[in-house]
């Protein structure tokens, strides 16, 4: 076996010095980057813990808002169920003032009548008994005068009780 050239040495050497420049820089390179993945790897380690911890906290907020709305749900429906017999409670009130209701409202239906029967009446007492000059001798009836009204008081018929007797006089009670 022969010895190789010299230049093919050099160019064998000069390559192998530039395949070992390569993979020092390579090898440069992947520390920068496992540097850079761990860096990054902390980051996210400490970030996806910040995340963990905040999602903790919103789970025990959630549940406390679940458990304050838990809670007024059962207020509301204590309150409903309240509000519920005080309306069955009027109810019961309603029916059993229902018939007086609807006496009252027949009451005022016969108001106005009852009204105008007590001004008649106000009125026939403002007039007064007859005269006792015109109750002999006026006619009333066409047929002539009838037999004196009165009020009989446990009188026997054929006493003479006309002046005992006082004229009738309309009178109200109300």
Do not use: W, Y
Request: net charge negative.
């Amino acid at each position: 076996m022969s010895a190789p050239p010299p230049l093919q040495i050099r160019e064998a050497n000069a390559h192998l010095a530039a395949v070992h420049r390569r993979a020092a820089e390579l090898e440069r390179r992947l520390l920068a980057a496992e540097r850079t993945i761990g860096a990054q790897a902390e980051r996210l380690a400490c970030h996806d813990q910040h995340l963990r911890a905040a999602l903790d906290e919103l789970g025990r907020a959630k549940d406390r808002e679940i458990s304050a709305l838990q809670e007024q749900l059962l207020s509301s429906e204590a309150t409903v169920r309240s509000l519920q017999a005080a309306v069955d409670q009027r109810d019961q009130m309603i029916q059993q003032l229902q018939p007086r209701a609807d006496l009252l409202q027949d009451i005022t239906r016969h108001r106005p009548p009852l009204a105008a029967l007590l001004a008649t009446l106000e009125e026939a007492e403002e007039l007064g008994p007859l005269p006792a000059s015109h109750s002999h001798r006026a006619q009333l009836l066409p047929d002539g005068p009838g037999p004196p009204l009165g009020n009989n008081m446990g009188k026997e018929e054929g006493q003479d009780d006309q002046d005992d007797q006082q004229p009738a006089v309309f009178g109200t009670t109300v």
